[in-house]
Each structure stands twice: as structure tokens, then as C-alpha cells.
């Protein structure tokens, strides 16, 4: 079955750290793979996609993520986070269909 | 600017008051989706379009109708509601060329 997995429903991170969200995908094919982002009290944001290409994706707000093929991964990453970034992290993947499926979401949180 | 509007941001409403929630889009999308966002589940659709006069089922439609008359619009009917129907819904509409959604703010509704 198509699926999408984000283990951790919540990470922590001080301020300045590097950060990891992770996301891994069962789908057949070539997966279209999606993060988006919601603010408290906001709708969806879209944060990067991947399609094709190189497996390095940058995105908005100085976020990037890596599509594994191997591991039937694409964690989110940022190389210093910042208190704004605090938010419900969603990742998702386009099936056959092309449906969205989407994880459960992680909550990211960025101490000071 | 492109936006996807939704109405109205928060009601309370009672079981059996017939309600919509009204969607309208900007951006010429043809395909367009609700979903309900609950605590601990993520993301569920609840239906999708994709067009004029064509809807279809998501994950999660009992309770709930839609109609798309016009490209722009895509409301929620939610005909006789339930406290189970109690949720967070976001309208979405998708950019065909990039497979990028547009989301709205967001309509908190309670059922009581």
C-alpha cells in the first residue's frame, strides 16, 4: 500500500542547531515528493518539492531536502534553525493516482 | 495575488443545522480538494474535483457534499453535521503545471 511516514511527532531543537525532520514514502514508481509547512492559526505552505533531478531539493525559508531512493527517503533539513521555524511540518507524496497522500505531521520546535 | 478564500474562518454550530463553507480560488486551477485536519491523523481528504461538474470521494466523505458549477468555487455542504464532524478544514487548489497546492487559512468548525 502507497504510504507516507514521519516517525516523530515531535523535534526540538535549540536555536542555531542544525535541523531534521524525517519523512519516508512507500509508493510505486517515481515518487513526486512534497514538504509544506503550517503556522499556527495558518493554512498550508508549500516548502519544496522533488520531481527529478538532483537529489538535494532547496526550498523556502532556507529549508532543503534530500530524496534517498534507497532508503525511500526525503528528509527536510536546515542547517541552523530559528525560533520561527516552530511549526507542524508536513510531508507528502503524489501516488499513481495522483492523490496527495500525506504523513501525520511533526511538530518542530526551536528553543532560544 | 493568488489565493484560495475560505468562509467563514470559525463557526460553532449544533447537530443537524444544515451549513457551507464556501471555497474560491484565483489562480484558473482545475482541481481542487477538502480535507479535515484532526490531531494525531494529519491530512485526510474528504473529496476532490477535477473540473467543472466532476467531483469524486477522498479518504473520509460520509457527511459531507460538494459541487463545482464553476471553476472558481468548490463549496462544503455539510447537510445534517455531527460532533464527529467537529475538525479543522482547508480548502486546497493545485497548480497543474507544478503540482504545488494552494491552501486556505483554514475554517475551525464545532459541532455541538
Known amino acids: 500500500a502507497q504510504s507516507v511516514a514521519q516517525p516523530e511527532d515531535q523535534v526540538n531543537v535549540a536555536e542555531g542547531n542544525p535541523l531534521t525532520v524525517k519523512c519516508t514514502y512507500s509508493?510505486?514508481?517515481?515518487?513526486?515528493l512534497f514538504w509544506y509547512v503550517q503556522y499556527p492559526n495558518r493554512g498550508l505552505q508549500f516548502l519544496l518539492k522533488?520531481?527529478?533531478?538532483d537529489n538535494l531539493v532547496k526550498g523556502s525559508y532556507g529549508f532543503e531536502a534530500e530524496f534517498n531512493k534507497s532508503q525511500t527517503s526525503f528528509h527536510l533539513k536546515k542547517p541552523s534553525a530559528l525560533v520561527s521555524d516552530s511549526a507542524l511540518y508536513f510531508c507528502?507524496?503524489?501516488?499513481?493516482?495522483?492523490?496527495?497522500?500525506w504523513g501525520a505531521g511533526t511538530k518542530l520546535i526551536i528553543k532560544p | 495575488e493568488a489565493q484560495v478564500t475560505q468562509n467563514p474562518r470559525y463557526l460553532i454550530t449544533v447537530t443537524g443545522k444544515k451549513l457551507t463553507v464556501t471555497c474560491s480560488q484565483n489562480?484558473?486551477?482545475?482541481?481542487m480538494s477538502w480535507y479535515r485536519q484532526d490531531p494525531g491523523l494529519g491530512l485526510r481528504q474528504i473529496y476532490y474535483?477535477?473540473?467543472?461538474?466532476?467531483?469524486d470521494k477522498g479518504d473520509v466523505p460520509e457527511g459531507y457534499k460538494v459541487s463545482r458549477k464553476e471553476k472558481r468555487n468548490f463549496p462544503l455542504i455539510l447537510e445534517s453535521p455531527s460532533p464527529n464532524q467537529t475538525s479543522l478544514y482547508f480548502c486546497?487548489?493545485?497548480?497543474?503545471?507544478?503540482?504545488?497546492?494552494?491552501f486556505g487559512e483554514g475554517s475551525r468548525l464545532t459541532v455541538l
Open positions: 509508493v510505486s514508481g517515481n515518487p513526486y
Open positions: 507528502a507524496v503524489l501516488d499513481s493516482n495522483y492523490q496527495l497522500i
Open positions: 522533488y520531481i527529478t533531478g
Open positions: 489562480m484558473n486551477h482545475e482541481y
Open positions: 486546497a487548489s493545485v497548480g497543474e503545471s507544478t503540482g504545488e497546492l494552494f
Open positions: 474535483s477535477m473540473n467543472v461538474e466532476v467531483t
